[in-house]
């Protein structure tokens, strides 16, 4: 379906769950979160029935994230569930990797296509630091087995920051000499919890390619997302850049956005919301109405680089990035 700006939506992405096994400090705050009431979160049956409605309006394309979703039980059946239902054509997953060893070959035979993981940091102390408590090396083995199982391309997502990571980009990079990987550098948005962050750790994506000399674009990397893509000569991986507030992306905005607790967002920074339930669980309205009334929503553009942006009502942890 196209929206009322002649933008084709034909992705969604769907948090499964606002818990967390991590609390990272632009995320989250580190007290844990006050978790949604267990009746709010969609059941994977009520999931399945959006996902049919969207694809029934030409969304092709589903992400599962959350919070983590590889903590909400059954996360295998749900992909395979999705994986059965017609005009999905691809299945992603954005995940912080600390389960992914164990969980990458049944996930991939359930019929995940792609993973995404993010990590902010190669120095096990910085990433604990980050992640407050974060385990670097289990994320690292769940970046080899998803390479090893065939979950392809897998993409690195850090979100680099002032005076916190930016000392790594060298060696992040370096990491695509040996791995057939993507790492994708992505601005810090000032959204909720990272709001109060922003001033001080913000960079812009043009300050971080400065500091690699040497890429050279690269536009087949697979995902038609808002990354603008490179290669260093000769490397196995890719190198991305994600700038929503340098550089703009909204025009090619292709996406919708389900909570955990059934609102659908038609644009990731705007408080606008479609709760889905009264349709889901009361039988109010045709579900298929309201997510096509969610595209027609969004709006033209992101108003985040607006000095006297409002708050925002939720944090990303639970919108899902
Ligand atoms: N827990 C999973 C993970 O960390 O990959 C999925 C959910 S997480 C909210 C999705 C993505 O949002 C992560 O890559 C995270 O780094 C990113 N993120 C969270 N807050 C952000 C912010 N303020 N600016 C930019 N990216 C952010
Ligand atoms: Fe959890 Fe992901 Fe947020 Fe980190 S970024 S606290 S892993 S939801």
């Not at 009746?39 to 394309?61: P, T, W």
């Not at 909204?250 to 479609?274: F, M, Q, W, Y």
């Amino acid at each position: 379906m196209r929206d009322i700006y002649n933008r084709r939506v034909d992705y969604m992405r769907i948090s499964v769950t606002d818990r967390c096994n991590l609390r990272c400090f632009y995320c989250m705050p580190e007290e844990g979160v006050c978790k949604m009431n267990h009746r709010d979160v969609l059941r994977y049956e009520e999931i399945i029935r959006v996902v049919r409605e969207g694809a029934g309006l030409g969304i092709s394309r589903i992400r599962l994230t959350g919070g983590e979703p590889l903590v909400r039980p059954g996360i295998v059946s749900l992909v395979r569930e999705i994986r059965g239902v017609e005009g999905i054509e691809e299945i992603s997953l954005t995940t912080n990797g600390l389960l992914l060893k164990d969980m990458a070959a049944n996930l991939k035979h359930a019929g995940l296509d792609r993973v995404n993981v993010s990590l902010d940091s190669l120095v096990p102390e910085k990433y604990k630091e980050i992640t407050r408590g974060g385990d670097l090396k289990k994320v690292l083995e769940g970046i080899c087995a998803s390479i090893e199982v065939g979950l392809k391309p897998v993409k690195i997502n850090v979100v680099i920051m002032k005076g916190i990571n930016d000392d790594e980009i060298e060696d992040l990079v370096k990491l695509t000499r040996i791995l057939p990987i993507s790492v994708r550098f992505i601005e810090l948005m000032p959204i909720g919890h990272a709001s109060q962050r922003f001033k001080d750790h913000y960079i812009s994506m043009d300050s971080v390619m400065d500091r690699i000399p040497d890429l050279v674009p690269d536009d087949k990397v697979q995902g038609g997302g808002p990354a603008v893509n490179y290669r260093l000569p000769g490397a196995m991986g890719t190198v991305g850049f994600i700038g929503a507030l340098s550089h703009n992306f909204c025009h090619r905005c292709n996406r919708i956005r389900l909570t955990a607790d059934g609102k659908i967002k038609p644009c990731l920074h705007s408080d606008l919301e479609v709760d889905l339930r009264p349709a889901l669980r009361e039988g109010k309205g045709s579900l298929g109405e309201m997510l096509a009334r969610a595209i027609g929503l969004k709006p033209r553009r992101h108003c985040m680089d607006n000095e006297d942006r409002e708050e925002g009502n939720r944090d990303m942890y639970q919108i899902g990035g």
